[in-house]
């Protein structure tokens, strides 16, 4: 069997929007699927209005003795309102990693959480939600799966990666997110309260 022995992928992708650059540097231990997930991060970003000098890549924040990194984070002013949106890359997600990982984000950081996933991923989220108790009580299941102020966006690469879908926990809400596919590609009716547009 031939090895992989001193083969390895560098990677610096630039995503352009007109004459705005934003560079995604991929690290040494950064898996090629998180990479994905980061520059597609930035493209929804581009896409929903911020600018190159609005997104900063693997952000530190800190408060106290906690130290976190947000994957992309993202800020602008709108008619005098700060807008902030902290995204998170999740491969292959279990069902308790959104509820963990954003109990962690929020010991440093009170705003909007948006978990980026794969679409056969977030396919297989909402599936072992349905298998979960033979589906009984699957709207209790995703709220005590997604929490508060938090959604989850379906990406899919296409020629351009873009977030086709999601879901979003507002209260005891749970609200569908449209985007570029209609909700019947990936939701059966029972599984939300609203529907929205995706957007920021």
Not at 44 to 52: D, K
Not at 106 to 132: A, M, P, T
Not at 158 to 175: D, E, F, S
């Amino acid at each position: 069997m031939m090895g992989c022995k001193g083969i390895e992928i560098q990677g610096t992708l630039v995503v352009k929007k007109g004459k705005d650059n934003v560079v995604v540097q991929r690290s040494k231990s950064e898996t090629i699927g998180h990479w994905f997930l980061k520059v597609a991060g930035v493209v929804e970003m581009l896409r929903h209005g911020f600018e190159s000098k609005d997104i900063e890549i693997e952000k530190q924040f800190k408060r106290g003795r906690t130290t976190c990194r947000a994957d992309i984070y993202a800020k602008k002013t709108v008619k005098r309102k700060e807008v902030e949106v902290w995204l998170e890359c999740e491969q292959s997600p279990q069902l308790s990693s959104f509820s963990d990982k954003a109990n962690k984000i929020r010991r440093v950081y009170q705003g909007r959480i948006i978990f980026l996933v794969y679409v056969e991923d977030f396919r297989n989220f909402v599936d072992s939600l349905y298998q979960k108790n033979g589906g009984e009580n699957i709207k209790f299941e995703i709220r005590d799966a997604v929490p508060e102020n938090t959604e989850i966006w379906a990406i899919y690469l296409g020629t351009l990666p873009r977030a086709v879908c999601g879901l979003r926990r507002k209260h005891n809400k749970i609200i569908m997110l449209e985007g570029y596919w209609n909700r019947e590609k990936l939701f059966r009716k029972p599984i939300y309260d609203k529907i929205e547009k995706l957007t920021m």
